[in-house]
């Protein structure tokens, strides 16, 4: 019997409930060793050795051969590697290590696994938070702009100026011949380096909270001889108030802004910071303001997940909004347009299945 809608569960229903709750076992704990396999280069081994036994991809990755095989034992039954019966040999499925390691001219989706894994390091102070309210602090995600910028590189840069920059009409001439450009929540950067760099007449300035990701990015600006970008630790908290006057063309935010304390501070800030003919380009995670809209989302488990664990509470703990990286397009209108701009245009791109691309303007 169901005790909370009264009626008699059939055998049918628990067994196939049964059976999903164990595929979901299952596959969380595939997404932890996946995020091992990125981290410790084993499936970057796989590709290189082929077929091959524990030991010689112990050897092949530096390793311990004893994790190494319990490693490959999560693999083949989770339908990732296959194992020859008699000799213990290992292979990478074909989809699987172009998916895993990028061959093929495929895209390495393997470092997404390491958000599942970052979830699982926090779970205590999370559970913490779930009694005393609060949130837990970037210092509590000791890899989170490591793994960001790898995620950037892929979505952000690998689709930026063939599809990203393009949704803003005669931007690239713009970029060519020289504005001013601001990345709002800019992390370690990846994206303002590669305008940086592709377009030199152009001026680029990141702010960030993290004294580390700008510094990282600072020196790989550096590194790379770039003097037209420059990185500043700032806390937009109250943007609204600091922003300056119309010093912007183009003004950016990739997944930055329901990270923030205050999006409805940085977002005035942003139309302030503006110049009266430019334009505030801002991707972020496409989804509905209602929870019940978004049953059929792709990865919305994922993502109100991600945002439990991580987005909400980074803003919680700076005593900001929380509105969490499920906030919806509905929400984000209505912060837009309470900032102040009158004119918002939402785009999605076929490579990201993650993001709305809005194109705002005061
Ligand atoms: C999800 S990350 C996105 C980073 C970057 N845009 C990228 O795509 O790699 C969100 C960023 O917002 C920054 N952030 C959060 N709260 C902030 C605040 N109060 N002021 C400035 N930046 C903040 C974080 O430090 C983090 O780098």
């Known amino acids: 019997m169901c005790l909370a809608c009264d009626t008699k569960l059939s055998a049918e229903s628990l067994d196939e409930f049964g059976g999903r709750y164990l595929d979901i076992l299952n596959h969380g704990a595939l997404a932890v060793m996946i995020s091992i396999g990125y981290r410790t280069g084993l499936f970057a081994a796989m590709r290189k050795a082929g077929p091959a036994t524990s030991h010689e991809l112990a050897e092949t990755a530096g390793l311990h051969e004893r994790y190494v095989r319990e490693w490959l034992g999560a693999m083949t039954c989770g339908g990732i590697a296959t194992c020859d019966e008699t000799s213990s040999v290992f292979s990478l499925l074909p989809a699987a290590s172009a998916s895993l390691t990028g061959s093929d001219g495929a895209e390495n989706l393997a470092y997404l696994a390491q958000y599942v894994a970052m979830m699982g390091s926090v779970e205590d102070k999370i559970i913490d938070c779930f009694h005393r309210g609060g949130g837990i602090p970037y210092s509590d995600f000791p890899r989170f702009h490591e793994v960001m910028a790898q995620d950037s590189a892929q979505t952000v840069v690998g689709a930026?100026?063939?599809?990203?920059?393009?949704?803003?009409?005669?931007?690239?001439?713009?970029?060519?011949?020289?504005?001013?450009?601001?990345?709002?929540?800019?992390?370690?950067?990846?994206?303002?380096?590669?305008?940086?760099?592709?377009?030199p007449n152009s001026r680029f300035t990141g702010w960030d909270l993290s004294a580390e990701a700008t510094r990282d990015a600072a020196n790989e600006a550096h590194a790379l001889g770039l003097t037209n970008v420059r990185f500043e630790v700032r806390d937009l908290s109250d943007f609204d108030k600091t922003a300056p006057s119309a010093d912007f063309n183009l003004i950016t935010a990739f997944d930055a802004i329901h990270d923030q304390a205050r999006p409805d501070h940085v977002l005035a800030g942003i139309r302030r910071a503006l110049r009266p003919d430019g334009v505030f380009l801002m991707q972020d995670i496409g989804a509905s303001?209602?929870?019940?809209?978004?049953?059929?989302?792709?990865?919305?488990?994922?993502?109100y997940s991600l945002s439990c664990t991580h987005c909400m509470t980074v803003s919680l703990s700076q005593g900001g909004l929380g509105v969490g990286a499920m906030w919806g397009e509905q929400m984000t209108r209505e912060f837009l347009t309470n900032a102040g701009f009158s004119s918002v245009a939402r785009h999605t791109l076929p490579h990201d299945i993650q993001n709305y691309y809005y194109l705002v303007k005061p």
């Open 160 to 199: 930026l100026f063939e599809h990203i920059l393009p949704l803003v009409p005669g931007l690239a001439l713009s970029l060519h011949n020289g504005i001013d450009v601001l990345d709002i929540g800019c992390g370690r950067g990846k994206a303002l380096l590669a305008m940086a760099k592709q377009f």
């Open 289 to 303: 303001s209602n929870v019940a809209e978004n049953r059929d989302h792709l990865i919305g488990t994922l993502l």
